[in-house]
C-alpha cells in the first residue's frame, strides 16, 4: 500500500490565479496513477463546470521535475519529496502545499493460465536482485514509482537489470501479460479495483492477481 500525494507549488507572483470554482490549471500525474485521478477529475469539473484541469500523465520523477520547471502547479505521485529536492525547493524558495488524497497500491498479475497464485515477499526479492533468477519481470516505466515503492519496502539497493523490462505504461503491462505466460507485471492496483466502471473489470479479467504473502 502506499498514499497518493498531490504537491501544488505556490506561485509567488502577482498574476491572478485560478480559483477552485474556476480557470484552467495543468497539472503532471504519475501513470500509475492514471485511472482514479481521471476520475477525481470528472467529477471535480462535474462539481465546478468553469473549472478547467488539463492532466499530463508520466513518470513520476518528471511529474516532480516538470513542477520545478513551473511547467504545472500540481504533481500528483505517490511520495513525498525526498531529500535532494527538498533542497532545491529551499535554495529556490519555492512555497509548497502537500496533500494526502487517497490510497493505492502495487499489484502483481500474470498470464490467466499461469499456475502461479502466490508469491512471498522474499520470492518477490530474489527476482528483483538476483543474477541468477530467470523470472522476468515487466513494470511500466523504466523508472516506474511501482518498482521505487518495492525496492524502498524490500530495502532493495540495487537491482538486476537483465530481467527487468519497461512497457511504457500500464495498459501495455496489461497486454504484455497476456501474451507471455512467463512474465510477472507490476501496476497500479486503481488500473483494476474500479467494480463501477467497465473498462477497468474488463482489464482485470484479462489477467490473474497474485497473492503475496509476508512469510512462506
Not at 92 to 99: A, C, D, K, S, V
Not at 162 to 168: K, L
Request: glycine content about 2%; charged content about 25%; proline content about 2%.
Amino acid at each position: 500500500l502506499f498514499t497518493l500525494i498531490s504537491v501544488a507549488a505556490c506561485n509567488t507572483s502577482t498574476q491572478s490565479e485560478p480559483s477552485i470554482y474556476e480557470g484552467t490549471v495543468n497539472i503532471a500525474v504519475d501513470e500509475s496513477l492514471k485511472p482514479i485521478i481521471d476520475a477525481q477529475i470528472a467529477a471535480y469539473v462535474n462539481h465546478y463546470p468553469k473549472a478547467k484541469i488539463i492532466p499530463t500523465y508520466t513518470s513520476e520523477q518528471k511529474a516532480i521535475n516538470d513542477l520545478f520547471k513551473d511547467s504545472v502547479t500540481i504533481a500528483v505521485t505517490t511520495r513525498a519529496f525526498n531529500e535532494n529536492e527538498m533542497k532545491v525547493l529551499k535554495s529556490r524558495e519555492i512555497r509548497y502545499i502537500e496533500t494526502r488524497m487517497a490510497i493505492d497500491a502495487v499489484v502483481l498479475i500474470v498470464n490467466k493460465n499461469s499456475s502461479d497464485s502466490t508469491l512471498t515477499l522474499e520470492q518477490i526479492k530474489t527476482y528483483l536482485t538476483d543474477k541468477n533468477s530467470k523470472k522476468k519481470l515487466v513494470f511500466d516505466r523504466a523508472n516506474s514509482s511501482n518498482l521505487s515503492i518495492l525496492m524502498e519496502k524490500l530495502n532493495i539497493k540495487e537491482i538486476n537489470t537483465d530481467n527487468i523490462f519497461s512497457a511504457d505504461g500500464n495498459l501495455n503491462v496489461i497486454e504484455s501479460v497476456e501474451k507471455n505466460p512467463s512474465l510477472i507485471g507490476f501496476i497500479g492496483y486503481n488500473w483494476i479495483s474500479d467494480v463501477n466502471d467497465k473498462a477497468s473489470m474488463d482489464r482485470k479479467n484479462r489477467i490473474k492477481v497474485l497473492g503475496v504473502a509476508v512469510n512462506k
